[in-house]
């Protein structure tokens, strides 16, 4: 193997272990809750906040750790990153007070931000652009990996050590992940960095209080909707508007706005938020359909569920060397397309095959899911100019982002309501079919979007 080939691999490893790094910290939380609700005496309300808090500083940071990347320098700001996570996980394992846990958590997620979005920016730079599809696949597996990995390796952290454990974990890895990002990945040449203007701190602020209110309202009381949510989400068009104006106005701004203007991008992000939202619904309604119609305990549900996750890691790389070879455009299609049989199958085959009915399209969900994803990403990625590739990955991530946690509210809602709307036993079934009738119509859309922009 030679030195060049060497290189290629631990680049992949060490961007590979930046998204692995993140995405595990957002799943094995939530299976600690139980045990930090009695360790600190607290409410699940209150301890809830120990992943919210993580969840919403990614949500709010991303964009614009991304642009900052592409001013300051993309390395230089991922090894910053490595290093504040590392910190952070530090602070997380000897928190001796709940609050002290969350304010380190968020402290770990603006890391985690930075670490998600300059991975992403850094595959196009840094390995040869016939080989970025592969690249993208990887980064799409270490995602499921991580959160297909954290209630297991979560729960026998906790088990056997203590719940401080399963922060503690991430110290090793993320000084590796640092020593390989440090040895391994070049600095940006000048062709690439981007002119140095000054941050857009007031954009910034604003697009981080508009993505903070809406992550707020649609995550917080997600069985009914109240007058605050409903207050948060004026906020959040508020702060858009005001946000818009000054972007509009700026000579620095954080986002472009003609950006939008190119199909490609905004088709992109758009199509990104739409099938997240889709893959949020099998992540929210699965575990009460399979409760209630084929009286599943916690053990098999989470058997069955980890199916989504274990097929997006085992197809993400197979995906990606699909997009290599016959391009981002027909495969981003593809992806759609499966997705879309898997979405219609349930709707239409619940109810007769028994557990395979379910299952399968889960599988053609999420194996679809993946290609789309290793696809959608390449093409954006590669249609830019190199200058702004943090900023784009950021957006990427935000767009993800925005799709988990609008499908988590909203598909969680139609389910609800679907589903008691007979007066005498509740319609799992039917809640179920009409919540995949909704998730269909939305990949409809996806592919609409898709073909106007080919």
Same mark, same amino acid.
């Given at each position: 193997m030679t030195s060049e080939n060497i290189k290629s691999y631990a680049i992949l490893v060490a961007l590979g272990? &930046? %998204?692995?790094? &993140? &995405? @595990? /910290? $957002? /799943? +094995?939380a939530n299976v600690a809750l139980p045990n930090l609700a009695q360790n600190f005496h607290a409410s699940m309300q209150e301890v809830q906040w120990v992943v919210l808090a993580y969840l919403l $500083? +990614?949500?709010?940071? +991303? #964009? &614009? #750790?991304?642009? @900052?990347?592409d001013l300051i320098g993309r390395r230089r700001l991922l090894l910053f990153g490595l290093m504040t996570f590392t %910190?952070? /996980? #530090? @602070?997380?394992? %000897?928190a001796s007070d709940l609050w002290f846990l969350i304010a380190a958590r968020a402290l770990q997620g603006a890391a985690a931000a930075t670490m998600m979005a300059l991975a992403m920016a850094m595959v196009a730079g840094a390995l040869p652009k016939e080989r970025t599809g592969s690249a993208m696949g990887l980064l799409g597996s270490m995602s499921a990996v991580g959160t297909a990995l954290g209630p297991v390796v979560g729960g026998f952290l906790i088990g056997g050590v203590g719940w401080q454990a399963i922060f503690a974990i991430n110290i090793p890895f993320a000084l590796l992940t640092w020593l390989l990002v440090y040895c391994y990945l070049p600095a940006e040449s000048q062709s690439e960095k981007q002119p140095r203007l000054a941050f857009d701190f007031v954009g910034s602020l604003l697009l981080a209080f508009s993505l903070g209110t809406y992550a707020l309202a649609m995550t917080l009381g997600r069985s009914s909707f109240q007058s605050t949510n409903a207050a948060l989400l004026l906020m959040t068009l508020t702060g858009l508007a005001m946000f818009v104006r000054v972007q509009s106005r700026s000579t620095a701004p954080l986002i472009e706005l003609s950006l939008f203007r190119q199909p490609e991008l905004s088709g992109g992000f758009a199509m990104s938020a739409l099938v997240t939202t889709v893959v949020m619904a099998t992540l929210v309604v699965g575990p009460f359909y399979l409760a209630e119609a084929f009286n599943l305990d916690t053990a098999h549900i989470g058997l069955v569920m980890s199916s989504g996750p274990i097929v997006a890691a085992v197809t993400g790389l197979p995906a990606g060397r699909l997009v290599d070879r016959f391009g981002a455009t027909i495969m981003c299609s593809v992806g759609l397309v499966v997705m879309f049989v898997g979405s219609a199958s349930v709707v239409m085959l619940a109810g007769h095959f028994g557990l395979a009915a379910y299952i399968a399209p889960l599988v053609l969900m999420t194996a679809g899911y993946a290609l789309f994803q290793a696809a959608n990403n390449a093409a954006v990625m590669s249609s830019i100019d190199v200058g702004q590739r943090g900023l784009i990955a950021g957006m990427l991530n935000l767009a993800r982002n925005l799709g988990l946690i609008t499908g988590a509210s909203l598909m969680g809602r139609i389910f609800a309501i679907s589903s008691a709307s007979h007066t005498l036993t509740p319609d799992t079934l039917g809640g179920l079919r009409i919540t995949f009738a909704v998730a269909t119509g939305l990949i409809i859309l996806a592919l609409f979007i898709q073909v106007r922009r080919t």
């Open positions: 272990l &930046s %998204i692995l790094l &993140s &995405s @595990l /910290s $957002t /799943s +094995i $500083t +990614i949500t709010t940071l +991303i #964009v &614009s #750790v991304g642009r @900052l990347g %910190i952070a /996980s #530090v @602070l997380c394992a %000897i």
